[in-house]
């Protein structure tokens, strides 16, 4: 059982289409970071969330921590091609401690 | 300008063999760690060093030894390699220990053990 359970596994959309991909734990997390990752390469950070409730925009994507720090979402709005790729949340119990990944959802956005 | 490297890119081995990887950051941060991801995508921490100390080391078999010979360089060893031991192996780095710890990653190794 994992930590961090992630939802869809898999997605696949037309381009133009919007998306949510979830990250659910039953586990209070001092912080939680979204990453994506593309073939072949290494995951590459894109958002830290720290504080309850907090929401957080990098251009058409926004990311939310749940009030309660056990759950965050990422919604991407009117995907691109360039959209696709392997989302992993990954999260601190405590400050500077290890970070447990999630699954990941791979995201398949079609022109 | 890489920030986190590993050497080399792939490796494909016969079972038994030991085999080293390499990885290096060059952006002035106090923390290391090696990941294992599987087949399945699902990424695993290995092992942390912090300022060249092991600060965390998961179940890992102790045919795996890692090596920090200074903060900016740690190293994953592994002993008469498995088949279960093929997976994507990363290198990733974070200022220290403290703090939402964002981590930087090397572009991964592939391990193939035939």
Known sequence: TQLLEQSPQFLSI???????????SSSVFSSLQWYRQEPGEGPVLLVTVVTGGEVKKLKRLTFQFGDARKDSSLHITAAQPGDTGLYLCAGARAAGNKLTFGGGTRVLVKP | DTAVSQTPKYLVTQMGNDKSIKCEQNLGHDTMYWYKQDSKKFLKIMFSYNNKELIINETVPNRFSPKSPDKAHLNLHINSLELGDSAVYFCASSRGTGGPNEQFFGPGT???VL
Not at chain 1, 14 to 24: D, K, R
């Open chain 1, 14 to 24: 037309q381009e133009g289409e919007n998306l949510t991909v979830y990250c659910n």
């Open chain 2, 110 to 112: 592939r391990l193939t």
